[in-house]
């Protein structure tokens, strides 16, 4: 149990589909991040929300769109995805801003297959 | 810019040997560094992290990890690997005034032989 729950865990779409991935943690943090980790490549950034405030979005494709509803929740909207965005897409969390030190907590992440 | 490079793919170590994985970084400022472990099919795992003082630092299942300033190094070490350690190794690095932006290395996958 990592404190962070992700679901699905797989996720297979065609490229006219919507899907949403979840994201839950029961840490009591405060910021919550999505990143990407593709075969091959350092993990991506995406986005990050702080106090279900999105404060930093890395030019991501507006074919993801991401959703804060509150502190322990963050969803991952997909829409006319492309095969090049199959990959592991990971939530994070951690304590609240301006704690540099404060380590990231990840989910098990979703494995996403684009067809 | 910061930057984080790890520069072995792969790194093989017979179990019961001391195994290092290598990192170095670039960031202006104070840097804080960390180590975390991905295992098959499963999210990044917090290893260990070095803020401040003593440069090494100790950190989850017997790792630890040597801050070394004028090399900008961060290697991580064990003094005895185990065949259980075979797994994906993230270095990362964050810099004090842009706090949530923690730059991963590309991993390295470590391989403990029997």
């Known amino acids: 149990e990592t404190g962070v729950t992700q679901t699905p865990r797989h996720l297979v779409m065609g490229m006219t589909n919507k899907k949403s991935l979840k994201c839950e943690q029961h840490l009591g943090h405060n910021a919550m991040y999505w990143y990407k980790q593709s075969a091959k490549k350092p993990l991506e950034l995406m986005f990050v929300y702080s106090l279900e405030e999105r404060v930093e979005n890395n030019s991501v494709p507006s074919r993801f769109s991401p959703e804060c509803p509150n502190s322990s929740h963050l969803f991952l909207h997909l829409h006319t995805l492309q095969p090049e965005d199959s990959a592991l897409y990971l939530c994070?969390?951690?304590?609240?801003?301006?704690?540099?030190?404060?380590?990231?907590?990840f989910g098990n992440g979703t494995r996403l297959t684009v067809t | 810019a910061q930057s984080v490079a790890q520069p072995e793919d792969q790194v093989n170590v017979a179990e019961g040997n001391p195994l290092t994985v290598k990192c170095t970084y670039s960031v202006s400022g104070n840097p804080y560094l960390f180590w975390y472990v991905q295992y098959p099919n499963r999210g990044l795992q917090f290893l260990l992290k070095?803020?401040?003082?003593?440069?090494l630092v100790k950190g989850s299942y017997g790792f630890e990890a040597e801050f070394n300033k004028s090399q900008t190094s961060f290697h991580l070490k064990k003094p005895s690997a185990l065949v259980s350690d075979s797994a994906l190794y993230f270095c990362?690095?964050?810099?004090?005034?842009?706090?949530?932006?923690?730059?991963f290395g590309s991993g390295t996958r470590l391989l403990v032989r029997p």
């Open positions: 070095y803020i401040t003082g003593d440069n």
């Open positions: 994070a969390s951690s304590r609240e801003k301006g704690t540099a030190e404060s380590p990231l907590h």
């Open positions: 990362a690095v964050r810099a004090w005034e842009s706090s949530y932006k923690l730059i």
